[in-house]
C-alpha cells in the first residue's frame, strides 16, 4: 500500500504532506495526519459520527476551513477524529455581481463545497500528547501529479 501521509522537516510547527488518488483522500489523509501526531488514530473507536459541511471560493480556504473545522471540534467538544468518510468536494463557476454597473458579469469565479463524515470519539478517553493550536496558510500547497494528488500543509503546534 502507497503512503499515505508523511511527516516533513519544520522548524517549531508541524508540517504534513498528504497524498490521494483524489482531492477527497489527500484532504481526509491529511486531516487523520494531523490527528496522528495527538494519538494512534487506530485506537480511536467510532462511537460519534459529525457532519462537516464547508463552502468557501477558493480550494486552499476549503482545506484551510476544513481541517480548522476538525480542531474546533476537538476543542469545544473533545472530539478527536478516526476516520473521514463519504467526502464529497465539487466546483461550481459562479457569477459576480457588480453594483456599479448593475449587471451581472460572468467572472468565472469559483465556489467549492466539502461535504463529509468525521468518526471519532471523545478525546479524553485516549492518550493525547501534544496540542495542535491552529491551521496555517503558510507552505500550503495542493499540487497535482502524475499519480494523484499532494497537499502540504502546516500545522502551529
Known sequence: MKMRYEYLNHTADLKIRAYGKTLEEAFANVAIAGFGFLTDTKKIKKKIEK???ISTNRLESLLYDFLEQLLFMLDTDGFITAEIK??????EKTSEYSSKMNITEDKKNKKFSLQCFALGDNYQNYE?????KSVTYSEMKIEKTKDGLIVEVVLDI
Open 128 to 132: 493525547v500528547k501534544g496540542n495542535i
Open 51 to 53: 457532519k462537516i459541511s
Open 86 to 91: 463519504d467526502m464529497k468536494i465539487t466546483e
